[in-house]
């Protein structure tokens, strides 16, 4: 069974930083995305970054140029580096890993961005 855990989410000034971690256990198949969502208070699921076991990422808009993900396949851990952090980045944050027969979440690591 494919368990997620994420870590360090914070309370953080407007144009501070954070980075959050995610790490999997249990057998995942090579092939994977791996990623991050958020989830801000009233709103819907919304994507923030991908990265592909071939080594691509996504991004959405939002995230461009203040947001890097990167991962660690041998540990099974994808981080995501966030700076220039907004007060609209306030959310609750998900790690996801998406295979080819199933989608992996994580409980969350909640991110608040004073302004």
């Known amino acids: 069974q494919v368990q997620l855990v994420e870590s360090g989410g914070g309370l953080v000034q407007a144009g501070g930083s954070l980075r959050l971690s995610c790490a999997a256990s249990g057998s995942i198949p090579s092939i994977n995305v791996m990623g991050w969502y958020r989830q801000a208070p009233g709103k819907e699921r919304e994507f923030v970054a991908r990265?592909?076991?071939?080594?691509?990422?996504v991004y959405a808009d939002s995230a461009k140029g203040r947001f890097t993900i990167s991962r660690d396949n041998a540990k099974k851990m994808v981080l995501l580096q966030m700076n220039s952090l907004k007060p609209e980045d306030t959310a609750v944050y998900y790690c996801?890993?998406?295979?080819?027969?199933?989608?992996?979440w994580g409980q969350g690591t909640q991110v608040t961005v004073s302004s």
């Open positions: 990265s592909t076991s071939g080594g691509s990422t």
């Open positions: 996801n890993v998406h295979t080819a027969w199933n989608d992996y």
